[in-house]
């Protein structure tokens, strides 16, 4: 990413976990502008942004000012890796096996919160 460019998170203001981890990283200095956006009731934001609203529940996004979308750990990493001090974990969370490992735990515990609070909707086809 360049240097000066914005990236916007795209986070579950709905999410207790999702809070807590906003408080711990949503101030600290990164090397690029970050906006934190919460997803809760912005359906429509998130479909002119080419963003499904379900998978964005479950799954972090960012949009790059390039119109890139980054999910899931590919996000992680990338706000980890735009930290002092947090690149290098940032640069192993996306490493081939280290991210489908990490994706799958994620994913997991995700979806279970997700179907326990009633907010899961289940794909057909």
Known sequence: ???GMKAT???DGACPVCLRALARWRDKP???EVEWFDITGQQEVLLAQGISPQKA???LHILCDDGTVLTSMNSYGFLLRH???WRWLGEIIIL???RQCLTWSYDAITLRRLKREGRYCERKG
């Open 57 to 59: 529940l479950e799954k």
């Open 83 to 85: 930290l002092p001090h």
């Open 9 to 11: 998170v795209f986070y």
């Open 96 to 98: 081939p096996g280290i």
């Open 30 to 32: 990164y090397t690029c």
């Open 1 to 3: 990413m360049k240097v």
